[in-house]
């Protein structure tokens, strides 16, 4: 039995912020200066420390960060096409609507 914790005052912390959203996240690399350390990180390796990580697994990571950034503006290029599309079918749809209607005026 610890009878000295009970006096302890527990510390409240303040709550930890949202983690940025996707949108923040690529506006802050669209916004980043190609001599951003981020992006240079290849050529500032640490000799000799062993808690960086290999140049193998800095390769993947800029490869798949590469391939997410490729695949967001082809969706948006896709998603861009598809409105336009539906815009279009909504468009066709209301013309035929007033041919159907049409159609039946005369028929009676």
């Known amino acids: 039995m610890n009878i000295g914790s009970k006096n302890k005052k527990r510390v409240v912390l303040p709550s930890r912020p949202d983690p940025p959203s ?4 690529l506006e802050d690399i669209n916004r980043a200066f ?7 990180i290849l050529d500032h390796t640490v000799q000799g420390s062993s808690s960086t ?6 390769e993947l990571k ?8 490729e695949l967001n ?3 948006q290029e896709v998603r861009g096409q598809l409105v336009h599309q539906r815009e279009e079918l909504r468009a066709v749809g209301d013309q035929l609507d007033r041919s159907v ?8």
């Open 22 to 25: 996707v949108d923040q996240v």
């Open 34 to 40: 190609p001599n951003d350390p981020v992006f240079s």
């Open 53 to 58: 990580p290999s140049d193998s697994d800095v």
């Open 62 to 69: 800029y490869q798949q960060g590469r391939r997410y950034l």
């Open 73 to 75: 503006e082809n969706l």
């Open 101 to 108: 209607a049409e159609v039946k005026g005369r028929a009676l």
